[in-house]
């Protein structure tokens, strides 16, 4: 049920603009590609591109986030991914909550403060680009797209949905942005079922019953 993620174009996210953005709510480049990096794994059905090196290795090819084709990740650098990619996890389910826990943010800021992020100038304005080459450009690259989501605020719409088997990265682009489930009919729905049969179980098991569905 969960979609590919698609190809991310490697220039896209080379200089994020000071004057760009555009509307919150619009799937761009930055945003395939942060939710492809935090859909890497997928709890469902117990998959994890990030389980190996060569895992790793070849999500970035696929991706083109390395076009000079650079070593393999090390050992070390995969652990870094992981640890990356749990810390943007946690802090994109907070997302639904009005603040982030400052624990949480912490975590992911020290993970980021170790990535070779520049200052970039080009036509379009100064902005950030990756730096650096091979696993830690490629990664930078996926801050560099966080970095791009928040200055157009952004970045509080990439969510985790909060249904446990399913745990899936979504872009909210609702209007109030207020999405809860990956998928309405789906995750919404099985949990819109468990409440309704919590609430009637409880219901009849009690002296009341309550009425369901309203
Ligand atoms: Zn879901």
């Not at 100038?121 to 801050?143: H, K, M, N, S, Y």
């Not at 809860?180 to 009637?200: D, T």
Request: include cysteine; glycine fraction near 8%; hydrophobic fraction near 35%.
């Amino acid at each position: 049920m969960h979609g590919e993620p698609t190809r991310h174009d490697p220039d896209s996210i080379a200089i994020t603009s000071d004057n760009g953005g555009g509307a919150p709510s619009v799937r761009d480049a930055d945003v395939d590609l942060l939710i492809a990096f935090l859909n890497t794994v997928d709890v469902e059905d117990g998959s994890d591109e990030l389980a190996s090196t060569d895992g790793l290795h070849d999500w970035i090819v696929r991706l083109g986030l390395d076009p000079g084709a650079a070593a393999p990740p090390t050992a070390d650098e995969l652990t870094f991914a992981r640890e990356l990619r749990d810390a943007l996890r946690a802090t994109a389910r907070s997302h639904h909550e009005p603040t982030s826990d400052p624990a949480v943010t912490a975590d992911l800021d020290a993970l980021a403060s170790r990535l070779p992020v520049r200052v970039a100038f080009g036509p379009a304005g100064v902005g950030v680009a990756a730096a650096g080459d091979g696993t830690c450009r490629a990664l930078a690259r996926v801050i560099v797209a966080t970095y791009a989501l928040s200055r157009r605020g952004a970045w509080q719409r990439v969510k985790i949905c909060p249904d446990d088997t399913c745990q899936w990265a979504f872009f909210d682009t609702s209007r109030n942005r207020s999405r809860r489930w990956c998928s309405m009919e789906v995750c919404g729905n099985r949990n819109k079922v468990r409440a309704y049969r919590e609430r009637h179980v409880s219901g009849v098991a009690g002296e009341k019953d309550e009425r369901p569905g309203a």
